[in-house]
């Protein structure tokens, strides 16, 4: 039990205080220029039966803003005079005997930099105060009738007091706009996270590999990456881990089970960490027993070959959809070779891309943006005010330095009479994450091998 004067949740590492304050400023700034205040609870909370809780996990945005780690607390930030407030867990020296450390609104203060903390049981007394004079709220709008109910209570306390001259805000913002924005360019203290966390994961990936063989459980591979995950510091898997033997794989969500991979299956995992608030996401396909097969191999280099593509494509002032466009054409092309789209009945290239006949066999996008969410926050289009309105359809989101996006095909063949019976029950994704650079992009999770003959070598040692 920790009782040391240290945070007890999820061990995450001490806050860059000015890191976060930096974070509050950018968002104070913009909050100033319409006269708004922000309001920003974390995450609650939750029973996973009777009284026992599931391990708690923050909001994104209100760690992003506050490095504050603790549940039942509320960041406010003021832009008509740039005063942040903290509302927080009451220090109670008994309840930290059963449950370790908490900071209290004082300690929580002076630690975090905030102007004001106070106790939680404060925050309903307080908030019409706060928001008395604002021109506007901001808050995820819509995301929580709880929520909501909570903001119109606090403007009710407001508006109660109009004929004393007291204006309630008369304007609601959805804060994630502009907080989702900045969330999507990855700062350097992010990036640093984000590659220790991709190294963990990698790390996890290899230790699987190493410990695979003909006869081994989809949940003993499971074991080894969570036990590479926490050995290295990492607090949790950053999603439910995918350990998916033979037919498995071509299952997308399947979770790992009891299943035992035979001799000549394929194994696909789909497992990485979270490490101090920021996800990974890896996926490798591997021969259980260490050595691919023809069949196998034939449909693991288009794969590859699909995700190079990607790569290549993934730069500067590409589209978010070339990475996905290069990656498709590749498989395309791939399944005409293998006879997995038939000629005849499906034409050329241009037509299965045209028609998206692909889908039989790739039917999940190759990228999505990854951060403190593995799928995480950021407008796939560019944003409303640079679009035009009315019915002229937002543009795709140009790519730039500093966005953090996955880059993640596969191929997946059901068994069925028109495919060639050698590529039945295969199920192959490599993804990786990436991060753009000034020229191109940054691999974060290459210290796994992607290479059939980088593989086979990793699982002969
Ligand atoms: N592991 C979730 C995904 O790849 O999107
Ligand atoms: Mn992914
Ligand atoms: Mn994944």
């Known amino acids: 039990m920790n009782l040391a004067n240290e945070p007890a949740v999820a061990g995450l590492a001490p806050a860059a205080t000015d890191i976060h304050a930096g974070r509050r400023a ?64 009451e220090k109670n020296v008994e309840r930290e005997i059963w449950e370790g450390f908490h900071y209290g609104p004082d300690a929580a203060r002076e630690q975090f930099g905030f102007s004001s903390a106070y106790s939680i049981a404060e925050l309903d007394l307080r908030m019409p105060d706060i928001l008395a004079h604002a021109a506007s ?36 913002h959805d804060v994630r706009v502009f907080v989702d924005e900045m969330r999507l360019f990855k700062d350097d203290h992010e990036l640093d996270i984000m590659r220790r966390a991709a190294r963990i994961s990698a790390a996890a990936h290899r230790r699987a590999m190493q410990a695979s063989r003909a006869g081994v459980r989809e949940y003993e591979l499971e074991a080894e990456l969570l036990y590479e995950f926490r050995r290295q510091g990492a607090q949790s898997p950053a999603y439910g881990s995918i350990v998916a033997s033979g037919a498995n794989a071509c299952v997308l969500h399947y979770p790992a089970g009891n299943a035992i991979a035979r001799d000549g299956d394929l194994i696909l995992i789909d497992a990485a960490c979270e490490l101090d608030g920021y996800a990974s996401d890896i996926t490798r396909t591997f021969p259980a027993n260490g050595r691919f097969t023809g069949a196998q191999r034939e449909l693991y280099a288009i794969v590859h070959a699909a995700q190079q593509a990607a790569i290549d494509a993934t730069r500067p002032g590409a589209s978010y959809d070339a990475p996905h466009e290069a990656a498709v054409r590749v498989l395309a092309q791939g399944m ?126």
């Not at 109660?160 to 805000?169: C, E, K, L, N, Y």
Request: with cysteine.
């Open 137 to 172: 709220v901001h808050y995820a709008l819509g995301t929580s009738a709880e929520l909501d109910a909570r903001v119109r209570t606090w403007l009710d306390g407001v508006r109660t007091r109009s004929r004393v001259g007291i204006a309630a805000p008369a304007i609601a």
């Open 26 to 89: 950018r968002l104070l700034d913009h909050l100033a220029r319409t006269g708004g205040v922000a309001i920003l609870p974390t995450a609650p909370s939750a029973i996973r039966n009777h009284d026992a809780e599931y391990p708690y996990r923050h909001d994104s945005s209100f760690y992003y803003l506050s490095g504050f780690p603790e549940p039942e607390a509320w960041l406010v930030l003021d832009g008509t005079n740039g005063e942040t407030t903290l509302f927080c867990r």
């Open 336 to 461: 005409l070779d293998t006879q997995l789209l038939d000629r005849n009945e499906h034409g050329g290239l241009d037509d299965v891309v045209e028609k998206k006949t692909y889908r039989r066999f790739y039917m999940h996008s190759t990228s999505h943006w990854i951060g403190m969410d593995v799928h995480d926050v950021g407008d796939y289009f560019e944003p409303l005010d640079a679009a035009p309105r009315g019915d002229t359809p937002r543009a795709r989101r140009t790519l730039a330095p500093r966005m953090a996006l996955t880059i993640e095909p596969g191929i997946y063949v059901r068994a069925s009479d028109d495919v060639p019976e050698a590529f039945h029950h295969i199920g192959i994704r490599i993804e990786d994450d990436a991060v753009v650079t000034d020229s191109g992009c940054e691999l974060l999770t290459r210290d796994v091998p992607v290479d059939i003959d980088a593989i086979e070598y990793l699982m002969k040692r």
